[in-house]
């Protein structure tokens, strides 16, 4: 049972480190005026909730499975995750707003934010290897 949790959690994982791959690829064509503001928050916009879902499955997993650890390492990451979804302003497009992405710097927090991501995701995608093939011996 504990290998099929670390083969899920790599799994999902995995995704997320695409996740964050995107969206620092479509960030910085924004920054460099590949495409506008407009079609850059709608591409991410639209992967927000599927992030969210995932990184918080995994969370509620390893607290149901009882790897205290894991579940401790993440609970910040889909806290913030929550919080972000959940305090989006009226009238905002979503996380990603079009008309405040380039005001107060949002653009390289919203940048510095997916880099941070992407390593916290590397760090768990290597912690899942570790775990996974632990289990998968001591079975």
């Known amino acids: 049972m504990e290998a099929v949790v670390f083969v899920?959690?790599?799994?999902?994982?995995?995704?997320?480190?695409?996740?964050?791959?995107?969206?620092i690829i479509t960030l910085s064509d924004l920054e460099c005026d590949?495409?506008?503001a407009r079609s850059c928050?709608?591409?991410?916009?639209?992967?927000?909730?599927?992030e969210l879902i995932g990184h918080t499955v995994v969370t509620l997993l390893m607290l149901v499975s009882l790897h205290?650890?894991?579940f401790l390492l993440n609970l910040p990451v889909a806290t913030w995750n929550i919080y972000r979804f959940i305090m989006v302003p009226s009238g905002n497009m979503g996380v990603f707003d079009p008309t405040e992405i380039h005001n107060r710097g949002q653009l390289k927090s919203h940048m510095k934010e997916a880099m941070i991501k992407l390593g916290f995701h590397l760090l768990c995608f290597f912690m899942y290897l570790y775990s996974m093939i632990l289990a998968l011996i001591n079975d």
């Open 34 to 36: 590949y495409i506008n």
């Open 68 to 70: 205290w650890f894991i």
């Open 8 to 23: 899920f959690s790599l799994l999902d994982c995995c995704a997320l480190i695409f996740l964050s791959v995107y969206f």
């Open 41 to 50: 928050c709608s591409k991410l916009n639209k992967w927000i909730i599927p």
